[in-house]
């Protein structure tokens, strides 16, 4: 056989190893990426078992001791809201973020919980207090954790606060609303007989609550907070405008920032105001109330599901398929 024919195969043979050698180490190295992308969100044992042992413990408090699961809530909220908003949103300029509805409500609940806790409210305050956390966090907060696709991801603490925040107060509501007789043993005169209160009642003063923060929130928002990204800071209008792609949007789309930020608020306003009438329902109704928590916890659940089953089998393959088409789409490939 002819030597120079041995030698020219010999060669191309390396190249085309070393091409593939070159093709492989660029999937490694995207894959590795996405795995440093999953260590940097929380993806590590400690942060799992964590998140797997809050949830334990949060089910055997609201089975075992109900009375005492709003005890538990004001104990996590001091990590989920507010190390949140102080070592988190503020280092990154995202601190507005605590003045969405969802997230002021958690941090006022928490400390009216605290003035619950040391008896430093007259009994008709705490009836009242108590009508606007059940109508909040089993109206506009429970209904969340489903119309948000909030997922139960036990290593996130991004989205195990979101899920707290949204799904926690309607346990606590649960735990306090439907246990009367322990509630009253347990915590005395804290909590005075509520429950003749009517539907009309709990609407109103949930809904007025909500009216009060909707008002000042839109009045900041139009005056002041649609200036805020120009200078750095994030608010959650800004951050649901980019994620959602606004601009691409019917009601949103050709129209001005402010037109943009009333639109929304104007749907903000009639979403809440509908979920404020299903709380009615949760106040008259245990086995409704049960079933709507088990139906949000759910909801987490086969969202997290989704999460976890993307990380595991599709996030690899999607790395490769991405580097295909960078390969095939390079100048080398094409004539």
Known sequence: MDPTYIHTGEVMHKRASGARDIVLQ????????????????????????IGVLNVALTA?????WPELYWCLYLTKAIVMVFYKLIFVWYPARQHYFFLDFCWIS???FFFLFVLLLLEWTSPAVTQNLF??????????????VIALQNKLV???FEWTSTLFIH????LASWGIH???ERVLEVWGSRFEDYTQASTTDLFLMGWGYYCAWWACFTAWMLLRGLHYPEQGYETVFDALAKAHKFEEIKPFKGRGLRTQITIYMALHFLACTVTFGWSCIMWKSQIAHTAFLVLCFLSAVIQGSS???YAIQRAAVKQIEQLMDEKANSPKNTV
């Open 26 to 49: 660029e999937a490694l190295n995207k894959i590795s990426s996405k795995v440093s992308h999953f260590e940097k969100e929380g993806l590590r044992k400690t942060s799992f078992s």
């Open 60 to 64: 055997y408090v609201i089975g075992k």
């Open 106 to 108: 958690n941090g006022i």
């Open 131 to 144: 009508l606007i956390f059940f109508a909040v966090a089993n109206g506009p907060l429970a209904w969340s």
């Open 154 to 156: 036990f290593h996130n």
């Open 167 to 170: 799904m926690s107060p309607g």
């Open 178 to 180: 439907w246990n009367r």
């Open 307 to 309: 999460w976890y089953l």
